[in-house]
């Protein structure tokens, strides 16, 4: 037996993915199976006064039509229950004959064929009462903004708070202030698969459904509680995933193929329901990125010490609350970023609009908040005439520091040592202070080249006190030696090779060989929860719970069990929320996260496009299970974030989405991703994750964008506070007209 | 909006055109316009003629003064051309920036001709040589002008019953110098926020002999520039010459705001492509 992590094994997916055999929801079909359609609202705001689908339903070849009336409890949200399944009058929820942003569902049409459920689709008679839209989150905040759910008092959803020392003595305190209002965009998951799948009822009974998520269990309890059926009646598998990047956190249609199942089968019709959403309905009907405002004043001493950092933070969460708590949740902890402060003072807020829902996106708010925070430090750095790494070190946290919750992060904290590793790597040295010399040659007169720096820090999952747990099976096969593992285990693999890596590190819990590793994963029926496969956490969690299985599953062999079968659910370390006056909270995550980039750029002042030339990502992941796949994850989550900095616009106006196919909304291509990515991949063991791994997924998201606008700024001279730097704006900004 | 379609797939232009005068149906040829509008219901029809199997419409040939590109030359056959290339360079220019490999396999000259975008980008270039447009219908042929083929967005001089069959243009003189520039939002698969083709023509003491400069996306049809193009022409081509013709391009066009960029960032981009062009053809940069 040698050791199976720590190696860049191939992925065990690979084979089938390059030659097709493999099936992702779209591919997979069942015999007699019907198709369904949505009606979407296709209007971001109104009261759906009378809904008439006779003529849908006479239509030659609709199998059925279901609407509000037909949702036993017509209520959907991850954190709250705010947003019908179906929108439309006929249901015991109220206000759920209203709707708030385009994607909204009004209607699923079931049909012989995907024509016949379109053509049927069309035929609903839906008479709108428009209401005003509401669009720009910080006038919602008013007492006589219109509102998005007359049932709450405000559109604002949420307001965290924190409160360290005195922020305006900080300010007398300090010799230079920066204050900046900066807006960050929507962004759209592009994942390549648009939500498909199937729901029927399974041999058992069970109504079932099978689509891309990312959370199995917790599908099933959405749909449990929309169908108010019993959770062991409802089954959700994940075959393969087509990227998910946090766009399959909350349900697409999941909900809706579970109620047809339920009420065809109700009707004695056994008959299997398939949807395939287009890429338009795919990108109106998920949410997106949360749009930021964000204002920052922050002051320093001339010697380079933060002193005071004051925020407002306002996220605009669109037309539901979706996971906008945990998004929020972190960007008001990262929007002071990973230093020392004395005085810290945060607002942040969640508002509704009547925009695409705001949800999960690989970051999960960290990116916005860290875009405010290291522009922050480099301006203040600019100011004081200081190196922007050296202005960093001078403030960055290490062991024992306190950070703007008035606790210090968990026992090994590296992030001076990735920051320093980043900088070296990028052409800094240090003589007595940290510097570089130049910003490397320009192309031409027209063609500026510069260099930006910025670091972050994320948590490993969601935590702020919520009771994270992951579950794993161990089974143990064989006579005298073991012969063969099973793991039982529901973490999806979204497309970032954690079956793989679940299945290396089995087998050295064990102490077998990878190839004795047998994987029974995500599926309800066959496992128990093992939360989201997002927030960085997977890895982390999974490796816990298979290490404690495997040792109770030893201990078993042990004791001649045959085969040997363990259980185990892992908790991690508990957590606090924020405390709701101050903010102040004594661990709010139990590990973390530490990255650092030196990006270099070079922009053409005459056209306005930036492009990435240089991108050095210093991560400290921990361990890195599978370092092949780390490196994977590092550099598409760089190309991710290069489109979120540079490129991708998403444009909505009055409530509609301008650009709801990939002809109008650009993510990167191969000609557009940097030239060079050097991934730098730091091991510091945590001291609470299996074998040390930190998550990582995210990390590089984190300091992106900031350190794309610090390059640009060093390359023009000009601070750009939005993005993405579009020709346009970039243009604009450098006074070009 | 369910209906039924029959293709037809003629073997000679001639069926082709019979067809089209029996049925009025919608004309195909690669199919990457006409795929896409036909799903998002922007035309009705009951019959789409395939022109893919008609013989001899992809060649792309001399014939005497002048070049012929055949209406069905997909833009990967254009941008392998040994004849374009030493001739007219800046066709394999934009022929490798139209959409990606798959695009440049189906789509054809003809049809981005008789789609007719203002952002089109063989438009420009094709302007430029002051091509002319062979159409043809079941009683004979007609030749016209590009310029007055393109009439507005998606709008031409075709006939209700008329089938392009090819594109001619002079064979520019020995020596002269094409270039097709564009910026776009980002740098590859992508629809022209503004495009621009410039041709030129020096004599042995930098004096143009020929110059011509066209422009996409920035009016409802491309467009020339004869202001420019007559302020440069017999002139000793300077960087400050070049810099007084690339405003006067700016007023040539009338360009309109759109999910991909304003009038404003448009109108900076023509004299920015519009220099940049005649500064590389001119070798001055």
């Known amino acids: 037996m040698t050791e199976t992590i720590g190696k860049s094994l191939p992925r065990i997916d690979a084979y089938g993915k390059v030659t097709g055999e493999t099936l992702y929801p779209g591919d997979i079909d069942r015999p007699n199976q019907a198709y369904g359609k949505i009606l979407f609202a296709r209007r971001p705001h109104a009261i759906i006064r009378s809904l008439d689908t006779s003529k849908a339903q006479a239509l030659e070849g609709v199998v059925a039509v279901f609407t509000a009336k037909d949702v036993p409890v017509n209520e959907y949200g991850l954190i709250m229950p705010d947003q019908p399944v179906l929108c439309g009058p006929g249901s015991d929820k109220p206000f759920a004959e209203r709707v708030r942003f385009v994607g909204d569902q009004i209607a699923l049409v079931v049909a012989e064929t995907e024509e016949i459920a379109a053509e049927a689709r069309d035929l609903i008679e839906v008479e709108f009462e428009d209401l005003p839209v509401v669009t720009d989150p910080v006038a919602a905040c008013d007492s006589d903004a219109e509102l998005l759910h007359p049932d709450k008092e405000s559109n604002i959803l949420l307001h965290y708070p924190i409160r360290k020392g005195d922020v305006e003595k900080g300010f007398e305190e300090a010799d230079v202030i920066i204050e900046t209002e900066y807006n960050t965009p929507a962004q759209e998951h592009a994942y390549l698969a648009p939500e498909s799948g199937l729901g029927y009822i399974d041999d058992e009974g069970r109504v079932t459904v099978e689509v891309a998520g990312q959370w199995a269990h ?433 444009i909505q106006t009055g409530g509609e989405v301008q650009t709801a196919m990939f002809s109008n909304y650009l993510i990167p291509t191969i000609l557009d991703i940097p030239d060079r990515v050097q991934s730098i991949v730091i091991e510091n063991a945590d001291e609470v994750g299996p074998w040390g791994v930190r998550g990582m997924s995210e990390m590089p998201y984190i300091p992106f964008a900031p350190a794309v606008t610090a390059a640009v700024h060093d390359a023009t001279g000009v601070w750009f506070d939005d993005f993405p730097l579009t020709p346009e704006r970039v243009l604009r900004g450098l006074g070009k007209f | 909006m369910m209906h039924e379609l029959r293709l037809e797939t003629p073997r000679s232009l001639a069926e082709a055109s019979r067809i089209l005068k029996e049925t009025g149906g919608k004309v195909i040829a690669g199919g990457t316009d006409v795929i896409p509008q036909m799903r998002d219901g922007r035309f009705e029809a009951n019959t789409l003629i395939d022109l893919s199997r008609l013989p001899d419409l992809d060649t792309i040939k001399e014939e005497g003064d002048f070049i012929v590109i055949g209406a069905l030359a997909n833009y990967t056959s254009i941008r392998q051309s040994q004849l374009l290339q030493e001739t007219v360079p800046m066709l394999l220019e934009v022929a490798g920036l139209v959409g990606g490999l798959q695009t440049q396999n189906r789509g054809t000259i003809g049809g981005n001709v008789v789609n007719a975008s203002p952002a089109g980008d063989t438009l420009p270039p094709l302007l430029a040589l002051n091509a002319e447009v062979v159409l043809n219908n079941s009683d004979g042929e007609r030749t016209i002008p590009l310029s007055d083929f393109l009439q507005g967005p998606g709008q031409t001089a075709i006939a209700p019953h008329e089938l392009l069959s090819e594109i001619r243009f002079q064979k520019p003189p020995a020596g002269t110098k094409s270039t097709f520039l564009r910026l776009g939002n980002r740098r590859g698969m992508v629809i022209s926020i503004v495009s621009a083709a410039t041709m030129l023509l020096l004599d042995g003491g930098n004096k143009i002999e020929e110059v011509r400069i066209a422009l996409g996306a920035v009016a409802p049809i491309p467009i020339r520039c004869p202001e420019a193009e007559a302020l440069l022409q017999g002139q000793v081509l300077t960087e400050a010459l070049i810099e007084q013709a690339a405003e006067m391009t700016v007023k040539a066009g009338s360009p309109i705001d759109d999910v991909r960029g304003t009038a404003t960032y448009r109108q900076h981009g023509i004299k920015v492509l519009v220099r940049r062009g005649l500064l590389k053809l001119g070798g001055l940069r």
């Open chain 1, 218 to 650: 917790e599908e099933q309890e959405e749909i449990a509680h929309a169908l108010d059926l019993p959770l062991d009646k409802i089954r959700v598998i994940h075959p393969a995933i087509g990227g998910a990047f946090g766009g399959r956190e909350d349900l697409s249609i999941q909900l809706v193929l579970a109620l047809a199942a339920y009420r065809l089968n109700e009707r004695g019709i056994d008959r299997p329901v398939k949807i395939i959403w287009s890429r338009e309905e795919s990108i109106i009907g998920h949410h997106k990125r949360h749009p930021y405002v964000i204002r920052a004043k922050w002051g320093a001493t001339k010697e380079g010490k933060l002193v005071a950092a004051k925020s407002e933070v306002i996220a605009d969460a669109g037309a539901y609350a979706y996971t906008s708590t945990k998004v929020l949740g972190n960007a008001t902890l990262m929007v002071s970023g990973p230093y020392i402060c004395p005085n810290v003072h945060v607002d942040s807020y969640a508002v509704y609009t009547n925009h695409v829902p705001g949800g999960a996106f690989r970051g999960f708010g960290g990116p916005q908040g860290a875009f405010a925070a290291e522009s922050q430090m480099n301006k203040l750095a600019e100011v004081i005439g200081m190196d922007p790494v050296e202005f960093r070190m001078r403030n960055v946290v290490r062991d024992g520091d306190e950070i703007a919750v008035q606790s210090p992060l968990p026992k090994g904290v590296t992030l001076d040592e990735v920051i320093e590793t980043c900088a070296v790597a990028g052409g800094w040295q240090k003589n007595g202070t940290w510097g570089r010399d130049g910003k490397g040659t320009d192309t031409n007169k027209h063609i500026k080249r510069g260099v930006g720096f910025a670091a972050g820090f994320k948590n490993i999952g969601f935590s702020f006190g919520f009771p994270e747990r992951c579950w794993a099976t161990i089974e143990l096969h064989g006579d005298s030696e073991i012969e063969k593992v099973v793991l039982h285990h529901a973490g999806s693999d979204v497309g970032q090779g954690a079956h793989t890596v679940f299945k290396q590190m089995a087998a050295e819990a064990v102490g077998v060989d990878f190839d004795k590793v047998e994987l029974l994963v995500a599926d309800t029926a066959v496992t128990g929860d093992s939360g989201s496969s997002s927030a960085s956490r997977m890895t982390f969690m999974a490796g816990n719970a298979i290490r404690g299985a495997a040792e109770l599953a030893l201990q078993k062999w042990q004791d001649e069990d045959r085969p040997a079968i363990a259980e185990f659910n892992y908790n991690p370390p508990a957590t606090t929320p924020y405390d709701p006056e101050t903010g102040k909270s004594e661990k709010p995550n139990f590990a973390y996260g530490y990255v650092a980039e030196v990006i270099v750029v070079d922009v053409d002042t005459e056209t306005g496009h930036v492009h990435l030339v240089d991108v050095i990502c210093a991560n400290d992941v921990g361990k890195a299970i599978n370092p092949q796949q780390v490196v994977g994850q590092i550099e598409g989550c760089v190309v991710q974030a290069a489109g979120y900095a540079v490129l991708e616009n998403f």
